[in-house]
């Protein structure tokens, strides 16, 4: 993996299904998308397992561990054939399965550039605020410098639920929404995802696309 520039963090079977199977995808994903939890007969309702939480906080340090080992090591060397990524100006931290991660780096290592993007929707306040670690994971958030949504609206929940949660007011600039956080200027932008369309049309002009398409 380090031939490409790509580095590990080792997770044992049951740390990832807790984390992931469990905190990520059933309990995140649900409340993301606005997906009520399933119905269950009187007296037998699916209780909250704290292992799960316990599990996400444990996998978003050994990521914390993995990104400062490499950041760490800086440059690689001449002789060094087998680390050919270079020191990143950001670190970029993808999805709700890395809310705490930001923070984790920023305390540890407070003069690192951090990005955090969202790859789904991010749910109103009414809906977030029913997660007994909200403040938590909002807090882990805003370790980064800059956050990104797809949508206006995820962004405007967001700060919503920053500022109704924790109290923490915004502002505007020419940057975009600016959160006061401890004295330290987070900024929230909105950055849509999509394709390269002439890409794709080069592609699809292709005759085996033409092809394959008839």
Same mark, same amino acid.
């Given at each position: 993996m380090r031939e490409h520039g790509s580095y590990p963090v080792i997770l044992d079977a049951q740390l990832v299904d807790r984390y992931y199977n469990g905190f990520c995808n059933d309990v995140l994903w649900p409340v993301f998308h606005y997906v009520p939890l399933p119905a269950y007969q009187a007296g037998a309702e699916k209780k909250f397992d704290a292992r799960l939480w316990e599990a996400y906080k444990e996998a978003n340090? *050994?990521?914390?561990?993995?990104?400062?080992?490499?950041?760490?090591? &800086? +440059?690689p060397t001449e002789n060094d054939s087998t680390a050919t990524a270079k020191v990143p100006d950001y670190v970029w931290v993808h999805d709700y399965h890395l809310m705490l991660l930001?923070? @984790?780096?920023?305390?540890? @290592?407070?003069?690192?550039?951090? &990005?955090w993007f969202l790859h789904t929707p991010f749910p109103s306040s009414e809906i977030f605020r029913t997660l007994s670690m909200r403040s938590e994971l909002l807090r882990g958030v805003l370790g980064a410098d *800059? /956050? &990104?949504? =797809?949508?206006?609206?995820?962004? *405007? =929940?967001?700060?919503?639920?920053? *500022?109704?949660?924790l109290g923490i007011k915004n502002a505007h600039d020419r940057r975009g929404v600016v959160l006061d956080v401890d004295g330290r200027d987070? /900024?929230?932008?909105?950055? =849509?995802? &999509?394709?390269? +369309?002439?890409?794709?049309?080069r592609v699809a002009a292709l005759p085996e696309t033409e092809q394959a398409r008839r």
């Open positions: 340090a *050994r990521f914390a561990d993995a990104v400062l080992e490499v950041w760490s090591a &800086g +440059p930001p923070s @984790m780096l920023k305390q540890r @290592m407070p003069e690192l550039n951090i &990005g *800059r /956050i &990104g949504f =797809h949508l206006f609206e995820y962004a *405007r =929940h967001f700060v919503t639920n920053v *500022r109704r949660l987070v /900024i929230i932008t909105c950055v =849509h995802a &999509g394709v390269e +369309p002439a890409a794709l049309s």
